[in-house]
């Protein structure tokens, strides 16, 4: 039995966004009878942790407390218009859309404030805590809720805001094939190191070390999730997931979970990585993706260090034993083949 | 073929109930109990998240028919949450970030204290095997390893910050 050790590298360029044919999300926002403010959108969270990044940036940029924040994300036939949470855009065009919105309630809501506190509203502030105080007097103030309460019963006003997070269509220019097909780009670097069992074919990843350059986050704790999770399932990929493996039988290919061939926690490599933050020009606060760029790079990185490894270069994915080991076969055959070839029958070769 | 009541103990409770020939108890602690927690998943004992304990033991109740059930004290989720507040493994959980869509967690939760309860100091490697039977898509299982040894640290009272 040999083990053999090899390192591989894969660096990776990843659009953050696309530019169909015009790409929008909207979010609506209303405030309650007691100042939560409801943020509607269509864009959905599959648990990579929008709606806490939507709450995050609609607390933000109305100038209240994230407690005050629901998220409703709850039908998108009734609700505004989303392409979809795709192409690692969902915080960059959602987020757009929110600090959009949030800007014209706010407007309104400082104009609702400033009626009840007789001042004017480009002398208000909001100091986040769900308050909203009159600049150099600090004890002229009134509460969001009382705000809302105002608007809603007093006033007779409603403190909404309407917001679009927008990509226009971008056409190939005729002459140079120029176009603009996304937002913005985020960047990484994956190395990986990896051990083969030449006897049985089997890869295991021993570490998987990364840099991001994903622009400002919003939520560390979620890009943390997204890069541990994608690390896995880049490795998954690379490894062991296929819905059509290799049978002499259609029928055979897996038809359960059972079946269907996944690492499980006991696989799972060492994983370090760092972020860096280079604000991007288009994205909220300079967001970037990270979603989908996170299980893409270490597919390449694991390829490369089993070349590294055994000195062959495999072009399919996954990278099954079977594979390992037919890849070794045939580099052992083409290197026994003489270097003179006519004594041998067929012996066209060079 | 017609239904049968049965009587079935469920988080200390005992509640009669029509169940089909082989319905699984999955099927009636979800959808004619209302333990929500009981995900209705794969169905065929691949995925772990209808993971709950017959007297004691993680078992997927997605292959065990109710009838086969009665004379024992199940528990789901709900049964291990407090009235007030988060079961230790929990808050693990939550304290730990070990969830993303959050599908496989009641699953993973009821494996964990069927894990602690008969090893109440286990090593890493036995947490990974302890759960080698519950699928999670999301996290990579790093952060539910790291929650499951939190919560072990902090039910031995050896709690890393008491945060």
Redesign the interface.
């Known amino acids: 039995m040999s083990k053999r050790r090899g390192t591989g590298l894969a660096t990776v360029n990843y659009p953050t966004g696309m530019n169909l044919g015009g790409d929008p999300t909207q979010a609506l926002i209303h405030s309650t009878t007691t100042g939560n403010f409801v943020v509607t959108l269509s864009s959905t969270d599959l648990g990579q942790g929008l709606k806490t990044a939507m709450a995050q940036i609609a607390a933000d940029a109305m100038g209240v407390p994230v407690d005050n924040i629901i998220v409703d994300t709850g039908d998108t036939d009734t609700g505004p218009h989303c392409m979809g949470t795709f192409a690692s855009r969902g915080t960059h065009r959602a987020g757009n859309a929110v600090i959009d919105a949030a800007d014209e309630a706010r407007d309104v809501l400082m104009e609702v404030a400033a009626e009840e506190l007789e001042a004017a509203p480009s002398d208000l502030e909001p100091d986040g805590d769900g308050n909203i105080h009159v600049l150099g007097a600090p004890d002229r103030s009134i509460s969001v809720m009382d705000a809302a309460m105002a608007a809603h019963f007093e006033q007779g006003r409603t403190i909404s805001g309407r917001g679009i997070g927008f990509k226009p269509k971008s056409d190939v220019d005729p002459e140079t094939g120029e176009m603009d097909p996304d937002s913005t780009e985020a960047h990484a670097t994956v190395v990986t190191e990896v051990e083969v069992d030449t006897e049985t074919g089997e890869v295991d990843v021993l570490t998987v070390k990364a840099v991001y350059e994903i622009g400002q986050m919003v939520n560390p704790a979620l890009v943390d999730g997204q890069i541990i999770g994608g690390a896995w399932m880049g490795m998954a990929h690379a490894l062991y997931e296929t819905t059509d493996p290799y049978y002499p039988d259609i029928d055979h290919k897996p038809g359960s979970f059972g079946e269907y061939s996944l690492p499980g926690p006991s696989e799972v490599p060492d994983i370090e990585y760092e972020v860096l933050e280079i604000p991007s020009q288009t994205g909220p606060y300079g967001v970037k993706g990270i979603g989908e760029m996170s299980a893409t790079p270490p597919i390449p990185a694991i390829v490369n260090a089993i070349k590294d490894a055994i000195g062959v270069q495999i072009t399919e994915i996954p990278v099954t034993p079977e594979v390992v080991l037919r890849a070794l076969e045939d580099e052992k055959e083409s290197s026994e083949e003489p270097p003179v070839a006519e004594n041998r029958d067929g012996g066209d070769e060079p | 073929m017609s239904g049968k009541i049965v009587e079935l103990t469920v988080n200390g409770r005992t509640v009669e109930e029509i169940v089909d020939p082989m319905e699984p108890l999955q099927s009636v602690l979800r959808n004619k109990l209302g333990n929500m927690a009981t995900k209705t ?2 169905k ?4 772990g998240s209808c993971t709950v304990l017959v007297d004691g033991e993680p078992i997927v109740s997605c292959l065990l028919p109710a009838e086969a059930a009665v004379g024992t004290e199940i528990t789901t989720l709900e049964g291990i949450t407090p009235d007030d507040g988060l079961a230790p493994v929990q808050e693990a959980f939550r304290d730990h ?1 070990a ?5 496989c967690t009641p699953g993973m939760i009821m494996t964990a204290e069927a894990l602690l309860e008969r090893n109440p100091d286990p090593s890493r ?1 036995e ?3 302890a ?2 039977g519950n ?1 999670c ?9 790291d929650a499951i040894e939190a919560a072990s640290e902090s039910m031995n009272g050896q709690g890393d910050d008491g945060a």
Do not use: H, L
């Not at chain 2, 969830?99 to 599908?103: A, T, V, W």
């Open positions: 998943g794969c065929q004992g691949g995925c970030f969830m993303q869509c959050g599908y490697a947490i990974e095997d759960i080698s699928v898509r999301c996290t990579g299982y790093d952060p539910i390893v």
